[in-house]
C-alpha cells in the first residue's frame, strides 16, 4: 500500500497563470515522499511535463464549453466514482469549484478543499450568471475555504469568510535577487540599449488585465519618455487585438511581445518598472515576484492592500485618471532607483514558497 498521500489538485489546465505557478512552486518544494500532488485538468498545459517528472499523475476530462452542463457533470462523477482512492480534493476553479466539488461529495471524498484566487468572474454575463449559480454550491460541498487574500475569501465565500485559511502566493525567494550581471545579459538578449527606461507587464490576454488601457498610456508616455520600452510577457485571446492596437497606434518600435516565458525571475532583472491596472485580482504572483526583484510597481487601485510588502515599491492608481498613470511613470523614471535586495523581508513576511510548502504539507498530511 502506497505511504505517500496524494492530493487531487482540479484546475482547467497547468499553463502559467497565478494560481498555477504558485501550485508547481509548491510542488517544488514539498517532500514528494510524503505528499504528491495529481491533477485533474481539462486541457494540456505547459507544465504538464514537469508534473510527470516530479511524480504527479494528470487526468484529463473535457472541460464544460466542450461537454454542457450536464455532461460535465457526467464527466467529473464519473471520474470520482473510478478514483476513490483521494481523500483530499483541492479545486482551484473560484465559483466553478461548487460544481467540482458537489461531485467529490457525492463520491464520498472526505477533503474538500475551494480555493479562491480571485475577486470576481471573467466571461460573458451568461457565463458570469453560471458561475454565479455553479459557486452556490461552494459552501455546501466544501469542507475547508482557502484564499490568496481576504478580499478573494470574500469574493467566493461571503459569510462563511471568518473561516477562510488565507495561503499566501509564496515565491522563490532566491530566484528574484538582483543581480546586474543578470540584468546586462537579459537586456542584450532582449537587444535592450543600456538607458533605455524598461515598462514590464506579465500577464495572460484578457479582458481582466486591461492591456488596452496600458498600451494607450504607454503610447502617450513615449512622447515624454521616447527611450521607453514596454516589455509584454504571456498569451492569450485577446493577443491579435493588442497586436493590432501596437500597431495602429505606430509604437511597434517601442513594444516586445515575448510569449510565454519560463524565466519571469531573470525578465525583472531586466525591468526598471512593472506595471499593473488589472481590473480585478485576488492576490498577483507577479506582484510579489516583482517586489522580490526590487522593482517599483504602478498597479491599479482595485488590487488589494495585501501585496504591498512595505518596501515603498507599489503606487495604487485609479484606472479613470490616466494622466496620474503617466506622471507617476515619469517620476519613477526620473528617480534613481537603486535596487533593494527585499527577498529578506519577502521571507519575514511569509512570502517565501518554503514557509507557505511547509504549512500546506503539515495542513494535508493532519487531515
Given at each position: 500500500?502506497?505511504?505517500?498521500?496524494?492530493?487531487?489538485?482540479?484546475?482547467?489546465?497547468?499553463?502559467?497563470?497565478?494560481?498555477?505557478?504558485?501550485?508547481?512552486?509548491?510542488?517544488?518544494?514539498?517532500?514528494?515522499?510524503?505528499?504528491?500532488?495529481?491533477?485533474?485538468?481539462?486541457?494540456?498545459?505547459?507544465?504538464?511535463?514537469?508534473?510527470?517528472?516530479?511524480?504527479?499523475?494528470?487526468?484529463?476530462?473535457?472541460?464544460?464549453?466542450?461537454?454542457?452542463?450536464?455532461?460535465?457533470?457526467?464527466?467529473?462523477?464519473?471520474?470520482?466514482?473510478?478514483?476513490?482512492?483521494?481523500?483530499?480534493?483541492?479545486?482551484?476553479?473560484?465559483?466553478?469549484?461548487?460544481?467540482v466539488l458537489r461531485a467529490a461529495q457525492k463520491y464520498k471524498i472526505p477533503v474538500r478543499i475551494a480555493h479562491s484566487h480571485n475577486t470576481n468572474s471573467e466571461g460573458s454575463l451568461p457565463a458570469k450568471i453560471y458561475k454565479w449559480y455553479a459557486g452556490r454550491n461552494i459552501l455546501s460541498s466544501a469542507t475547508h475555504y482557502f484564499a490568496c487574500s481576504t478580499a478573494a475569501g470574500k469574493w467566493l465565500y461571503g459569510d462563511k469568510a471568518n473561516n477562510v485559511r488565507i495561503l499566501k502566493n509564496g515565491i522563490e525567494c532566491?530566484?528574484?535577487?538582483?543581480?546586474?550581471?543578470?540584468?546586462?545579459?537579459?537586456?542584450?538578449?532582449?537587444?535592450?540599449?543600456?538607458?533605455?527606461?524598461?515598462?514590464?507587464?506579465?500577464?495572460?490576454?484578457?479582458?481582466?488585465?486591461?492591456?488596452?488601457?496600458?498600451?494607450?498610456?504607454?503610447?502617450?508616455?513615449?512622447?515624454?519618455?521616447?527611450?521607453?520600452?514596454?516589455?509584454?510577457?504571456?498569451?492569450?485571446?485577446?493577443?491579435?487585438?493588442?497586436?493590432?492596437?501596437?500597431?495602429?497606434?505606430?509604437?511597434?518600435?517601442?513594444?516586445?511581445?515575448?510569449?510565454?516565458?519560463?524565466?519571469?525571475?531573470?525578465?525583472?532583472?531586466?525591468?526598471?518598472?512593472?506595471?499593473?491596472?488589472?481590473?480585478?485580482?485576488?492576490?498577483?504572483?507577479?506582484?510579489?515576484?516583482?517586489?522580490?526583484?526590487?522593482?517599483?510597481?504602478?498597479?491599479?487601485?482595485?488590487?488589494?492592500?495585501?501585496?504591498?510588502?512595505?518596501?515603498?515599491?507599489?503606487?495604487?492608481?485609479?484606472?479613470?485618471?490616466?494622466?496620474?498613470?503617466?506622471?507617476?511613470?515619469?517620476?519613477?523614471?526620473?528617480?534613481?532607483?537603486?535596487?533593494?535586495?527585499?527577498?529578506?523581508?519577502?521571507?519575514?513576511?511569509?512570502?517565501?514558497?518554503?514557509?507557505?510548502?511547509?504549512?500546506?504539507?503539515?495542513?494535508?498530511?493532519?487531515?
Amino acid at each position: 500500500m502506497e505511504k505517500t498521500l496524494r492530493v487531487l489538485h482540479v484546475v482547467v489546465n497547468m499553463n502559467r497563470g497565478g494560481a498555477e505557478t504558485l501550485l508547481m512552486n509548491l510542488f517544488r518544494n514539498i517532500d514528494r515522499t510524503k505528499v504528491q500532488f495529481d491533477f485533474l485538468t481539462c486541457k494540456e498545459g505547459v507544465f504538464d511535463e514537469e508534473i510527470k517528472a516530479l511524480g504527479g499523475k494528470i487526468h484529463r476530462i473535457p472541460y464544460i464549453t466542450d461537454l454542457g452542463h450536464f455532461g460535465y457533470i457526467k464527466a467529473l462523477e464519473q471520474f470520482f466514482s473510478t478514483n476513490k482512492n483521494y481523500k483530499i480534493v483541492h479545486s482551484h476553479m473560484d465559483k466553478m469549484s461548487g460544481i467540482v466539488l458537489r461531485a467529490a461529495q457525492k463520491y464520498k471524498i472526505p477533503v474538500r478543499i475551494a480555493h479562491s484566487h480571485n475577486t470576481n468572474s471573467e466571461g460573458s454575463l451568461p457565463a458570469k450568471i453560471y458561475k454565479w449559480y455553479a459557486g452556490r454550491n461552494i459552501l455546501s460541498s466544501a469542507t475547508h475555504y482557502f484564499a490568496c487574500s481576504t478580499a478573494a475569501g470574500k469574493w467566493l465565500y461571503g459569510d462563511k469568510a471568518n473561516n477562510v485559511r488565507i495561503l499566501k502566493n509564496g515565491i522563490e525567494c532566491d530566484q528574484f535577487k538582483f543581480i546586474p550581471e543578470i540584468r546586462k545579459q537579459v537586456r542584450e538578449e532582449l537587444q535592450l540599449e543600456e538607458a533605455s527606461f524598461v515598462i514590464g507587464h506579465v500577464g495572460r490576454f484578457n479582458q481582466q488585465k486591461n492591456h488596452a488601457f496600458l498600451i494607450e498610456t504607454f503610447a502617450k508616455l513615449i512622447h515624454d519618455i521616447p527611450n521607453a520600452t514596454l516589455l509584454l510577457a504571456g498569451d492569450g485571446p485577446l493577443r491579435l487585438e493588442i497586436e493590432k492596437k501596437i500597431k495602429d497606434l505606430n509604437i511597434e518600435g517601442n513594444v516586445k511581445l515575448l510569449g510565454i516565458r519560463s524565466d519571469i525571475h531573470r525578465l525583472f532583472q531586466a525591468i526598471d518598472l512593472f506595471v499593473f491596472p488589472s481590473f480585478h485580482e485576488g492576490l498577483p504572483v507577479t506582484l510579489i515576484e516583482a517586489q522580490g526583484a526590487g522593482v517599483p510597481c504602478v498597479i491599479s487601485d482595485v488590487i488589494t492592500k495585501e501585496v504591498d510588502m512595505g518596501l515603498e515599491l507599489v503606487n495604487y492608481l485609479p484606472l479613470d485618471d490616466q494622466s496620474k498613470w503617466i506622471s507617476t511613470i515619469k517620476s519613477v523614471a526620473t528617480k534613481n532607483n537603486l535596487r533593494i535586495n527585499s527577498t529578506t523581508y519577502l521571507s519575514k513576511k511569509g512570502y517565501d514558497i518554503k514557509n507557505t510548502a511547509e504549512w500546506s504539507q503539515g495542513f494535508y498530511l493532519a487531515l
